[in-house]
């Protein structure tokens, strides 16, 4: 356990990292690409907090590295990857813990919310799989290597502002596998060492990678 816990914080503090040195200019670039306006960056005073970081307990609203959060725009229920517990934790927008699930899931650090589906990124298992919003598991897709449908440090995920595709970063492999709901293939994007993040515009792809420079920009 301590192991596979040491191999997720290795690569999450890698996250930090780049983050860090990124800084302002990836928040400001966003702004830009995304459209984000100022009321977010006014909201500096918390209203409510919930849940506590232990690696000994796994009852519900403890977390051991917490990787990924998403929000079901319908129900407004709030999904936390639970990375070192191997889980996904789901809250009510009281913050109320309200189920889990974990089925065939090994070191989730990334999730994104499209029609009706989560979809979970592993980090220890590389691959990817989809469930319905009450944990039942769809589809899977995966394995650790370099050809299409396989991975190797994934990181992040996001889905297209069409809500028709999922792009996945891969630290290890350098690139960014773009997959179709329903799990197939779609395209891809190489040659991007340590990719760790991406974000979408309706006609850009942003990637955030541990390289000089940190961002690049595709259309």
């Not at 129900?75 to 934790?89: K, L």
């Not at 592993?122 to 650790?144: E, F, I, P, T, W």
């Amino acid at each position: 356990m301590n192991e596979r816990i040491n191999e997720l914080e290795s690569k999450l503090e890698t996250v930090r990292l780049t983050y860090k040195n990124v800084g302002f200019e990836w928040d400001e670039l966003l702004e830009k690409r995304l459209g984000e306006t100022s009321d977010y960056k006014n909201m500096s005073q918390p209203v409510e907090a919930f849940g506590r970081h232990n690696t000994e307990e796994k009852s519900p609203g403890v977390f051991c590295y917490p990787g990924s959060i998403a929000i079901d725009p319908v129900t407004n229920y709030i999904y936390i990857c639970d990375g070192g517990w191997d889980r996904v934790q789901v809250f009510n927008s009281s913050y109320d813990f309200v189920f889990l699930f974990g089925h065939k899931i090994d070191g989730p650090v990334g999730m994104c919310i499209a029609q009706d589906k989560v979809y979970v990124i592993q980090l220890r298992s590389c691959c990817m799989n989809a469930y319905s919003m009450r944990g039942q598991l769809l589809h899977s897709v995966g394995d650790k290597g370099k050809n299409k449908f396989e991975f190797d440090g994934p990181l992040g995920i996001n889905i297209s502002i069409d809500k028709n595709s999922i792009y996945v970063t891969e630290f290890d492999n350098g690139r960014v596998q773009c997959l179709n709901l329903d799990l197939s293939f779609n395209s891809l994007i190489s040659d991007i060492y340590g990719a760790i993040d991406v974000k979408l515009t309706s006609t850009e792809v942003v990637v955030l990678c541990k390289s000089d420079p940190c961002l690049i920009i595709y259309k």
